[in-house]
């Protein structure tokens, strides 16, 4: 019931992620992001641990297929999973599990990723995967990934529904935290609602406010 994509600038290292789904509050549970380090979408039968556990073992340096197979091989409930990765490097790896729901699938190369279920074919993705490729390179990563989820809104999405009720989108900083992590949790025609929040971060006085986090103290990280 999803469709996300998941990529990599490589002219600032930053990652995004941006989902969108007829479902509930999908900001909540697929996207996951960290720093210097890469993201993850989580979705199908979701389980929010890929994503926590997958961005842990990215940040001890293993790359995304061994982050992939380390994560199927402790999950009894693969078949039925779909998540995707990228690492620090930009290495992609994806699984769909043979029980998602048709037609899902995914595509992935270097700095990108998509991945859907419950979709009306893989046109979506095509579209999803050429609109991020066409874009301007030297567009932020937010607004490349907006047009990617606009493009497979466009090309019918959920197979199960004429428009998305939820949408998200992710990216990462320089902070711990994500640079911007913007979500629309139910309405119709959610990807356009998203849109509409991303232009709005964009202005002047929401980029002002943001930058001011760079100003906070750090505090240190506990490792065991």
Known sequence: MTFSIVARDPSNGRFGVAVATCHLAVGSTVPHIRSGVGAVATQAHTNPYLGICGLERLEQSADADVVLASLLAEDPLRVRRQFHLIDAQGRTACWTGVSCEPWAGHRHQMNLSVAGNYLVGEAVLIAMEQAFLASDPCWKLGRRLMAALMA?????????????????????????????????????????????????????????????????????????
């Open 152 to 224: 497979g809104e466009a090309a019918g999405g959920d197979g199960r529904s004429p428009f998305s009720t939820s949408a998200a989108l992710q990216i990462s900083g320089e902070a711990a935290f994500p640079l911007l992590d913007l979500r629309v949790d139910f309405r119709d025609s959610a990807v356009i609602e998203l849109m509409n929040v991303y232009e709005r971060s964009q202005e002047l006085w929401a980029q002002q406010w943001r930058d001011s986090f760079a100003d906070l103290p750090q505090l240190n990280r506990l490792v065991a």
